[in-house]
């Protein structure tokens, strides 16, 4: 069960990381080889890199507001419903 976990935290990160390099393609129109370093460096810093990632599945992709949040915060919920319905039933 923990490989599919990793492997689909993995599969997560590189969506999150094409959605900022597509983020970075919109406001800015670099070349590649400046933007791509640049969304390594942005996907793994938290406040910029999911604004910049909101920004380019929006804009870059053409995804609804709830599809990119659901994209860059919907493991947050599901680690929340996870930790709700797996916590140890102890209680006394």
């Known amino acids: 069960m923990a490989g599919i976990v990793y492997i689909a935290y993995f599969v997560l990160g590189i969506f999150q990381l094409a959605a900022v390099y597509a983020g970075l393609d919109q406001w800015l129109g670099w070349h590649f080889i400046i933007q ?16 910049v990632g909101f920004f380019g599945a929006m804009k870059g992709w053409g995804w609804s507001f709830i599809q990119a949040g659901l994209l860059f915060f919907g493991s947050f919920g599901l680690m929340i419903l996870f930790a709700f319905f797996m916590r140890e039933k102890n209680y006394g």
């Not at 791509?36 to 604004?51: E, K, N, Q, S, W």
């Open 36 to 51: 791509g370093p640049l969304a390594l460096f942005l996907a793994y810093t938290p406040v910029v890199g999911t604004i």
